[in-house]
């Protein structure tokens, strides 16, 4: 079987609307590695979009999820609960950070713990108003494009957004947006559009996926922390992308001196199975009555069992070290491209949540083909890469934590080869 002869029946069999970054398609896979379905092997740099931070496949995940399979697959947890569901509430609850009684609920997906956690906040406070940043991306349900800041392709085409979400540019040194420009904003907002007293959350990303691997200044974390003390409103910090040892820490807003009231997360939670969570103070979870939150496949128990596994493998193998060590040797790697390559503008990223971002060389203006045409060579050499950003002028690197050693290396002169000939041919 080929790629092309299953290309050619997805363009007839699949709505366009489902966008692919590649047309190669998987036939097994392991750790950072895929292999096709025409035995072709290609290095992992994305991840599933950052899903895989234990790996493809990791023993520990498959040997708890065939456990589980040989119990029971669904009961639906609000008909017959199960206990794993609880033991997992229980350690998140001790793991996400602050040091407050905390409660869990659990989803399927990223854009479904966003919409809960909007509704556990409207609920908690009786305001209904939102305050997003651009850039940001929180999902494709109706609430999560409204409270994404990107138009193209998020929100083309699907008329009025739901109402009440207010976005705030989110500062960006390289891009001109400062923390005081991004604050200024924020207080010019509550002048003319919408009194703080009706805004019941704040919502951010520690570092911005989809937008560009931007981290958020520590100041701009410290500063919404006070503001939304002051007026009442609560914290959402969205780590469905930044969770679980990716960004050198188990939660990226560990990398700061605040706490979210709200915690969003999903993606590597439970390593490649569909899980999903809200975990938040418990006088806020407990704001909703009962039914009001939950759904059909939530907190599934072979995705519940899955996530253990992920957790006792982030801890026993040390991952949270081991994406500072990634992540230090790519930056180190791309640092050394500097002096030859002009188009590079800037290098980021804390841990192994790393970018690299391109311009025009002489110019500094965002380069997106160039960008692309690197993510082409790498896949033309056997890496799959990710872009990103609004600008789509970011390479992401979401390689899984457990990547062995020698397959980084391979990976790493892939990139620099493949930036190189860009560069070149530019």
Known sequence: ?????????????????????????????????????????????????????????????????????????????????????????????????????????????????????????????????????????????????????????????FGPMMGDVFHVPFPVDLHGISVETALDVLDKLFKADVDPKRVAAIIVEPVQGEGGFYDVPRALMKALREICDSHGILLIADEVQTGFARTGKLFAMEHHDVVADLTTMAKSLAGGFPLSAVTGRAELMDAPGPGGLGGTYAGNPLAIAAA???????????????????????????????????HIMDIRGPGFMNAVEFGVAGTGKPNADFTNAVRVKALEKGLILLTCGVYSNVIRFLAPITIQDEVFNEALDIIEASIRETAAEA
């Open 1 to 157: 079987m080929l790629n092309t002869e299953i290309s050619a029946r997805k363009n007839d069999a699949i709505s366009r609307g489902v966008g692919m970054t590649t047309q190669i398609y998987a036939d097994r896979a392991e750790n950072a590695e895929i292999w096709d379905v025409e035995g072709r092997r290609y290095i992992d740099f994305a991840g599933g979009i950052a899903v895989l931070n234990t790996g493809h496949r990791h023993p520990r995940v498959i040997e708890a999820v065939k456990a589980q399979l040989d119990r029971f697959t669904h009961t639906c947890h609000q008909v017959v609960p199960y206990e794993n569901y609880v033991a997992l509430a229980e350690r998140l609850n001790r793991l996400t950070p602050g040091h407050f009684p905390k409660k869990t609920i659990f989803a399927t997906t990223g854009a479904e713990a966003v919409e809960n956690a909007i509704k556990i906040a409207r609920c908690a406070t009786g305001r209904s108003a939102v305050i997003a940043f651009t850039g940001g991306f929180h999902g494709r349900t109706f609430m999560g494009m409204a409270l994404t800041g990107k138009v193209v392709p998020y929100k083309v085409g």
């Open 308 to 342: 253990h596994a992920v957790l006792d493998v982030i801890e026993e193998e040390k991952l949270v070290e081991r994406a500072n060590q990634l992540g230090g040797r790519l930056k180190q790697r791309l640092e050394g491209l500097r002096a030859d390559i002009p």
